[in-house]
């Protein structure tokens, strides 16, 4: 083991019952790098780190982490953290009520005998900010009034101030948008050159082949390959290659649908803030989408999309919403969930854990959820009838589980977003808005979600699509519209879009308003 | 992670793999019937003799049928804390209406059963539509409701009841004839009914869901489970049939039961009401008006809280200011030793009931033995804790 390895985790073995997550694995990280760890969903990635970071304590898995030069025994993070590692989890783990201040300090306060330091506190807490680059947020600020963005940013902050000397982040841009993600980015090639050492889990390829030094490939449990990108970068491909297991020809799968004439239209659609009244977030918006078309709508986070989404679907977001929706020429009255169902129009939503699925419930409740008028009679459930529809969409969309009966929380991000398509689906709608409906779930299950969206078109229905990953739009999209602070700035054909296109209209429009 | 591939679900898991996974299921009934054991022989057979049992069922039908309305709250994320005093201002008016205004028991006890929706609505409009915790309004209504009935009452007992509304918590079915022990041959014969329809039901649903590939219970296991409830319904029925035959309320209570039973795990409204305690906003971006929805649960809890009232009044043959005092503990705690969810989404209407006689028994047992209040308040707040305990631990270990 040469000097300048910081970290190296021999035959790491992980069993939980009946499952083998980790087997065999090795992973050792340089000092200085930035280390990335790929995998599909399930991989084995987050388990690695659990093991790593003393949740999963020494003795309840086999193998031997050597850290700094000298074998290690972690019983808990309370050990990890004493040594300098550090893990940033997807989930933020902010109190949204408290200040900046407290967040950064808590259970490691600035204090003697118990009474804090406040002016001490707020005083070094400025100090993080500076590293973070929020040298202008007030320490005194409630978590909960900064943006996600900044609120990731917070979290490292915190971890500086824990003399961190291996930084672990778990999908730091999931929730990011655009810019966001490439200033963390740019952040951490900044603590580079500073000497940290840090390990970043990311489905996000690019940003994945834009800092990593290094990259280790996980497949079903085992350690597939290191790829070194000191010499050369490592192309996505090369990546995607290692993770699946086979070449990927395509990322998207080909579609060559006829398109027909316009099946949805939203004409003047404006829609207030739900609290601050006086805050438009949907600001004269006209939009089509015609049969057999996917239509995008790309922007930043914060950019409207997911609003006006949920305020054209049934109202569920907004104040003061006027405008008119048309489904096939005619006006549709979408003012409720219900009303907009019976409209033919569906919303996937975003976050299919809080919004989409009832996760205690079983796969066959949640695909019914929508439509228990199309399984009952006269408010009684017919079983049986359920039970084939649940069957039924669960060959279709391949959704793999020990069955119907699964409950949805036990699912993986790709199934359990097959799952909110199903009961979308089983509404029979005309129109799909969808939300993000590959955030979080990997390549090979993407591909999938992707298919699905292709069947849909060619079935003539109409699709609009939101998402946060441009390629994604570029892959998929027939046309792109661009939205930015509450408007529609660009309407781009599938020839015209362009990464570039897409940022140039965002930055224009941008800087109309300045 | 855990997410295994399988797509041929195994018919018959193995009897003790099946206990393991439905070992909240069976706990409590198993619970029960311990302590039933246990109690039968410290009072050296008093528990179950004719006479105990039909006491047994008239001193805990009211809180088997609240605890109906209660798990329906507790499933949809709610919490119900003024049942107490709905029963005490339900008793108390119909005290007045047929002992002061000499007002027929039928138009009372219709007056009364509006009275509790009522009551519903003013509540469940502030929790539905204006997102109050039900904790504070029933938390308030309690206060009022309990105040009302020291109103309408002045401070005093009021009664007796005409004979026909005290006979709906103290009278008995017709009895239709005798034979050899039996005094009530209608109650046997319900009885046989009763076991005969129970047995059948069971084994049409397992072939349904055999013919139809789910998993169900192993075969040795769904016979034995059978039997037992077989003999232990026959047993019962019989002993009572011995006595007086099946009281009025009980007749009452096996009816709600049943209907219960049924909106739970049939009907789309009871799986809405799952849907809205797993997730209410999911539900709600499903199409599902979920302020109406919890807005009928209230209605649901305030009519059964009245019906309770009413029975509670009649048995006593007396309204007094103190009528119901604390029965939302017993319900509440009901509810979640029969496994409902503190969380709301979780919870069965046979767990309820099963919790409630649980309750019941209890109180029952303790008293035969001659355990003062003060014993029995204890040892019925540990079992609470003990039950809960053992579900939570139970959820995280497995």
Known sequence: MSADIILEMRNITKTFPGVKALSDVTFSVRQGEIHALCGENGAGKSTLMKVLSGVYPHGTYEGEIHYMGKQREFYGIKDTEEEGIIIIHQELALIPMLSITENIFLGNEVAKSGVIDWAEATRRTKELLAKVGLKNENPATLITHIGVGKQQLVEIAKALSKKVKLLILDEPTASLNEADSQALLDLLLEFKKQGLTSIIISHKLNEISRVADKITVLRDGTTVETIDCSNEPASEDRIIRGMVGREIADRFPKRSTAIGETIFEVKNWNAYHPIHSERQICNNINLNVRKGEVVGIAGLMGAGRTEFAMSVFGRSYGKKISGDVLINGKTADVSTVEKAIKAKLAYVTEDRKQLGLVLINNIMHNTTLANHGGVSKSLVIDDIAERKVANDYRNKLRIRSSGIYQMAVNLSGGNQQKVVLSKWLFTNPDVLILDEPTRGIDVGAKYEIYTIINDLVKEGKGVIMISSEMPELLGTCDRIYVMNEGRIVAELSKEDASQESIMRAIMRSSGEKN | ?398
Request: proline content about 3%; glycine content about 12%.
């Open chain 2, 1 to 398: 992670m855990t997410a295994t591939t399988k797509p041929d679900a195994a018919e018959q898991p193995s009897i003790g793999t099946f206990l393991k996974q439905n070992i909240r299921e069976y706990g409590m009934l198993i619970a029960l019937v311990v302590i039933m054991v246990f109690f039968q022989i410290i009072t050296n057979g008093v528990l179950f003799k004719p006479v105990n049992l039909t006491n047994l069922v008239l001193q805990n039908s009211f809180v088997v049928i609240m605890a109906l309305g209660m798990l329906l709250i507790i499933v949809a994320g709610h919490i119900d804390l003024s049942v107490g005093s709905v029963v005490g201002l339900v008793g108390a008016v119909a005290a007045v209406m047929m002992v002061n205004y000499k007002i027929d028991y039928v138009t009372t006890s219709i007056v009364c059963l509006l009275l509790g929706a009522v009551i519903g609505v003013a509540q469940g409009y502030f929790v539905a539509f204006h997102k109050i915790p039900a904790f504070i309004v029933t938390l308030a209504g309690m206060l009022v409701f309990r105040g009302m009935t020291m109103w309408v009452l002045g401070g005093m007992n009021i009664g007796p009841f005409p004979t026909e509304f005290q006979s709906m918590a103290t009278g008995f079915i017709p009895p239709l004839g005798t034979a050899g022990p039996i005094l009530s041959l209608s109650s046997f014969v319900l009885t046989l009914l009763m076991t005969f329809a129970l047995v059948f039901m069971s084994w049409r649903t397992r072939t349904v869901n055999m013919a139809h590939g789910i998993e169900v219970e192993p075969q040795a296991f769904f016979l034995v489970q059978n039997i037992v409830l077989g003999v232990v319904t026959l047993y019962l029925g019989f002993e009572l049939s011995t006595y007086k035959g099946f009281p009025n309320v009980l007749v009452i209570m096996l009816v709600l039961v049943s209907f219960y039973t049924f909106v739970t795990t049939r009907t789309t409204i009871g799986r809405r009401i799952y849907a809205l305690g797993g997730n209410e906003k999911a539900t709600k971006l499903s199409g599902i008006n979920t302020e109406r929805l919890t807005f009928y649960t209230f209605i649901n809890m305030g009519v059964l809280a009245a019906l309770a009232g009413m029975i509670i009044a009649a048995r006593l043959n007396s309204s007094t200011p103190k009528a119901g005092f604390g029965n939302e503990l017993d319900v509440i705690a009901a509810c979640f030793i029969g496994g409902a969810s503190t969380t709301g989404g979780v919870g069965k209407i046979t767990g309820a009931v099963i919790g409630a006689f649980i309750m019941g028994v209890l109180n029952n047992g303790m008293s035969i033995m001659g355990l003062g209040i003060d014993y029995q308040q204890m040892v019925k707040g540990l079992v609470l804790l003990a039950a809960v305990f053992f579900d939570v631990y139970n959820r995280t270990k497995g």
